[in-house]
């Protein structure tokens, strides 16, 4: 049997804001937004009463959906999504043009967790890579290829 990712979820505080940040800032398209509740959201969710704001993004370049939910009604405490925790994740994003990439999320006031390095051995091997937070500090890895890299200089 073969499995490929479909999409990736995010729990975001603020639907608004994150869709402003992954279409704007990372150039995304919004696929459309929705707001589900009832009885089979209650259930699958394990919230009942819950209303949950879903909105799908899809990147200038990949196949893979970045989809976005906000919970009103679902449970109070805030999740610290640092990735030096269990179960935490993050994203990866292709990139080209990191340099410029990041100075406009600096001066959009973004969190830059440093200057980018160069990735040793593995899948990655050759790729600039740098952390930057969404608005929820959600770790969106920015990766640029060598060639990606070359082809803006």
């Known amino acids: 049997m073969a499995y490929s990712v479909n999409h990736v979820g995010i729990t975001v505080s603020d639907m608004d804001r994150s869709l402003d940040f992954y279409v704007r800032v990372l150039g995304g398209v919004s696929l459309g937004s929705w707001e589900r509740s009832g009885p089979r959201i209650d259930a699958v969710t394990g919230y009942p009463g819950v209303v949950v ?4 993004v899809r990147l200038a370049e990949g196949a893979t959906l970045i989809e976005l939910l906000q919970y009103v009604g679902g449970a109070k405490e805030v999740t610290d999504p640092d990735h030096g925790r269990a179960g935490s994740v993050h994203i990866a994003v292709d990139v080209r043009g990191l340099d410029e990439t990041l100075d406009r999320m600096r001066e959009e006031g973004l969190t830059v967790l440093s200057e980018p390095i160069v990735a040793g051995e593995g899948p990655l091997e050759g790729c600039r890579v740098v952390y930057v937070l ?3 500090r959600v ?13 803006v200089r």
């Open 139 to 151: 770790r969106v890895e920015l990766v640029e290829t060598p060639n990606a890299a070359a082809r």
């Open 134 to 136: 969404d608005p929820d």
């Open 53 to 56: 704001r879903q909105a799908f």
